[in-house]
Every structure is written in C-alpha cells, then in structure tokens.
C-alpha cells in the first residue's frame, strides 16, 4: 500500500479516469454499433458527424490510439458510402 500522500491521491485519480474512461469508449462503442445497424444512408450520413466527435475526443484524451480512431472513421465512411442512396 502506498505510504505518501501524494500516492494515495494518485491511486485516487486514476481510479475515477479510469471509471471516466470505460464510460466514454462504452459509449462510443455503442454509438458505433448503433451506426452499423443503420440502414438509411441519410440517417447514418446525419449521425456520423456526432460518432465522429466522440472517437476523436477518445483519441485526444489518449483512450484509444489516434491510429484506431482514423481506421474506425474510415471503416464507418466506407460503410456508409456502401449504403444504398
């Protein structure tokens, strides 16, 4: 166990980002999948600039990797360019 303040503020922390975190990429996963089950390409056109903002808020805040981020807004993009019109 830690003996400084100071790790135990940190244990304190990390506890409640890493809450934070599994919250926001749940979140994001849910939104991802709920794009996939569209089938409209109008609908998913309109809800794939929101999906967008929170992968790119995960990778800014380093939850996932900005790599994984740029291949799940190419892989949704391509889904959705596959859609029929």
Do not use: C, F, G, W
């Not at 109008?42 to 999906?51: G, H, I, K, N």
Request: aromatic share 4%.
């Amino acid at each position: 166990m830690a003996n400084h303040k100071s790790a135990l503020k940190r244990i304190r922390q990390t506890a409640v980002r890493r809450l934070r975190n599994r919250y926001y990429a749940k979140t994001t996963r849910t939104m991802i999948k709920r794009l996939r089950s569209l089938t409209s390409r109008a609908e998913a056109e309109a809800y794939y600039p929101q999906v967008v903002s929170q992968i790119d808020r995960l990778a800014k805040r380093r939850v996932i990797h900005k790599n994984k981020a740029a291949n799940q807004k190419s892989k949704l993009m391509l889904r959705i360019n596959k859609l029929a019109a």
